[in-house]
């Protein structure tokens, strides 16, 4: 009988314990969980630093990539983001983001209104925009970050990024898993009627002697602004350009997508264009003459399109590619023509070229137009206009 109520008493003691050690367990948890709120380090675009966005929008008020979170606070266009739950109304935090070659340190401190609500946190980073500048291949960075939560550490945590070319244009994203964002706009971007060479081909092409002028659409007679845009296309034809199918970037992603876009001063540097690098490319030059271009984009394709009037009632377009269709050194250089010569000139066969350019995009065109102008995925129809230089300024390089 004593043995019997030992027992019992044993069992009612290890009971008791089992029970302490269970609400020991839910303190713990509780305790850490909630109070001891943790964090992680978070992005729009999959752990991807694209260098071409941070650098068109530095300077302008755009937010093209949107914030995923409907609480956030913190500029968005820091990329960079930490996800941390509030404990209660107006809690403090304080993120302190340590140094790498493409950014300096930097301390942000935030209010969270709202009380055990998860907020997505944009601290401030302070880029390095020459290192972003020069970064022409894909390359690995650790990003530390400590939180402070309530004048409580959290700790440190750390997160590999990989910081994109210059050269890569983000095309889109997809938040939540099933929402994509298009980031077309970014092409503008490579479109840079400030750079310093474009004097240098502008000079060129009055050299050739087919105009006297760029006045863009100020000389109002017929055909004026086809003229300065053939003068263009001649001398990127005595230039050599050759068309080149390099587009394809090393980015593996089922969250972003991207293209290889060569910058103008790369263009200019190895002659070589694709569809897309001779569209941009074509658009500098038109911009720097303030004739209004556009570029098109169609599933696998883009061409370049511009305004032949100042009210832009009407359009023309050119297939950039077929710069490259026709070697002008095979043909006579003007100079050397004479009257007992057989045969075109070079600027003769240059602009057989532009005319058969001119007609291969319109048809071009007319076959997508629907599609151009609907905003569906992989159409574009975009005006590299005034208003698209609020958001998106060219990046240099």
């Not at 980073?125 to 550490?153: H, M, R």
């Not at 602004?225 to 068309?243: C, E, I, P, S, T």
């Not at 905003?375 to 005006?383: A, Q, S, T, V």
Request: net charge neutral.
């Amino acid at each position: 009988m004593v043995r019997t109520n030992f027992r019992l008493e044993k069992r009612g003691i290890l009971g008791i314990a089992a029970i302490l050690l269970l609400v020991i367990g839910l303190i713990y948890i509780f305790k850490f969980s909630f109070f001891r709120s943790d964090f992680e380090i978070t992005d729009e675009l999959g752990g991807n630093i694209f260098p071409s966005a941070i650098l068109s929008v530095a300077t302008t008020d755009a937010q093209v990539i949107q914030p995923s979170d409907s609480f956030y606070v913190g500029n968005p266009k820091s990329c960079i983001s930490v996800r941390v739950k509030s404990r209660s109304s107006y809690t403090r935090v304080r993120i302190d983001v340590a140094e790498t070659p493409f950014f300096s340190h930097s301390v942000s401190e935030f209010v969270l209104e709202k009380a055990r609500t998860e907020y997505t946190i944009y601290p401030d980073i302070i880029w390095n925009y020459e290192a972003l500048l020069d970064n022409n291949q894909a390359c690995p960075i650790s990003v530390a970050v400590t939180v402070e939560l309530a004048g409580k550490d959290l700790g440190q945590r750390v997160r590999t990024f990989s910081v994109r070319s210059l050269n890569e244009c983000l095309l889109g994203y997809v938040s939540n898993g099933t929402d994509f964002h298009d980031t077309g706009i970014f092409f503008a971007a490579y479109v840079n009627e400030d750079n310093p060479m474009i004097d240098k081909i502008l000079r060129e092409a009055l050299n050739t002697r087919i105009v006297n002028r760029f006045l863009g659409y100020q000389n109002t007679k017929a055909g004026a602004v086809d003229q300065q845009v053939y003068a263009l296309w001649n001398v990127l034809q005595k230039r050599g350009f050759r068309y080149s199918s390099v587009s394809n970037t090393s980015l593996s992603s089922n969250v972003v997508y991207s293209q290889r876009v060569r910058t103008f001063d790369d263009a200019l540097e190895s002659s070589q264009i694709n569809c897309v690098d001779g569209s941009v490319l074509f658009a500098s030059l038109l911009r720097a003459i303030n004739i209004d271009p556009i570029l098109v984009r169609t599933p696998g394709h883009m061409f370049v399109g511009y305004y032949t009037d100042s009210k832009h009632k009407d359009m023309s377009f050119l297939e950039t590619t077929m710069i490259g269709d026709v070697d002008l050194d095979d043909f006579f250089p003007d100079e050397q023509l004479d009257s007992t010569m057989v045969g075109k000139s070079q600027n003769q066969m240059s602009y057989i070229a532009f005319e058969k350019s001119k007609e291969y995009a319109a048809k071009k065109y007319k076959q997508n137009e629907v599609g151009i102008h609907s905003g569906r995925l992989n159409y574009m129809f975009l005006e590299i206009s005034k208003e698209v230089r609020r958001k998106i300024q060219p990046i240099g390089k």
